[in-house]
T-cell receptor, first 113, second 114 residues
Framework: DQQVKQNSPSLSVQEGRISILNCDYTNSMFDYFLWYKKYPAEGPTFLISISSIKDKNEDGRFTVFLNKSAKHLSLHIVPSQPGDSAVYFCAASEIQGAQKLVFGQGTRLTINP | NAGVTQTPKFQVLKTGQSMTLQCAQDMNHEYMSWYRQDPGMGLRLIHYSVGAGITDQGEVPNGYNVSRSTTEDFPLRLLSAAPSQTSVYFC?????????????FGDGTRLSIL
């Protein structure tokens, strides 16, 4: 039973436009949601997070939105740049669960010039 | 500024062999974890530790063993390798257990079991 799901394996976006990556979860005990970015042959790197008590968190070009009632979150990247091409993982944790992240399957984002 | 260092980067084993994947961090983090990444399945938690001498099982612990004798090191042992353990293994660490503390990942060990 997959607790965190990213239903789009891939997404292609034109440079300068908005990229929207989606994530759904089933476990109501999750308190934090994190997005990681992964390049080939490297480990995931932290991008942005959001607490379950918030509905939006922004950091530069990256914004994460949380709809707790729908158990859905999304990552917006505006404007998209070629260096944003990577695999993006959505992850979730309970309040004291930083060491026990639950990951989605990942979405491969390709930014086209 | 090494962060989390994993060795080796690549390894090929035969079925039944044992080996240890090494993980070391230089950030004095108490919390460390091992994940495996398989195609189309994201990362899944194998074992984790909340400090030296304290370990616990994650989602997919069978066939793996861990110990944590120092804060810096968290090795993962494959007891008797099986083809199903072919995967990319990631070690991670964080400064606290609070869920908003991001984990820092190593670059992974790509393991093939023949």
């Amino acid at each position: 039973d997959q607790q965190v799901k990213q239903n789009s394996p891939s997404l292609s976006v034109q440079e300068g436009r908005i990229s929207i990556l989606n994530c759904d979860y089933t476990n109501s005990m999750f308190d934090y949601f994190l997005w990681y970015k992964k390049y080939p042959a490297e480990g995931p790197t932290f991008l942005i997070s959001i607490s379950s008590i918030k509905d939006k968190n922004e950091d530069g070009r990256f914004t994460v939105f949380l709809n707790k009632s729908a158990k859905h979150l999304s990552l917006h990247i505006v404007p998209s740049q070629p260096g944003d091409s990577a695999v993006y993982f959505c992850a979730a944790s309970e309040i004291q669960g930083a060491q026990k992240l639950v990951f989605g399957q990942g979405t491969r984002l390709t930014i086209n010039p | 500024n090494a962060g989390v260092t994993q060795t080796p980067k690549f390894q090929v084993l035969k079925t039944g062999q044992s080996m240890t994947l090494q993980c070391a961090q230089d950030m004095n983090h108490e919390y460390m974890s091992w994940y495996r990444q398989d195609p189309g399945m994201g990362l899944r938690l194998i074992h984790y530790s909340v400090g030296a001498g304290i370990t616990d099982q994650g989602e997919v612990p069978n066939g793996y063993n861990v110990s944590r004798s120092t804060t810096e090191d968290f090795p993962l042992r494959l007891l008797s390798a099986a083809p199903s353990q072919t995967s990319v293994y990631f070690c991670a660490s964080s400064s606290s257990g609070w869920g908003d503390q991001p984990q820092h990942f190593g670059d992974g060990t790509r393991l093939s079991i023949l």
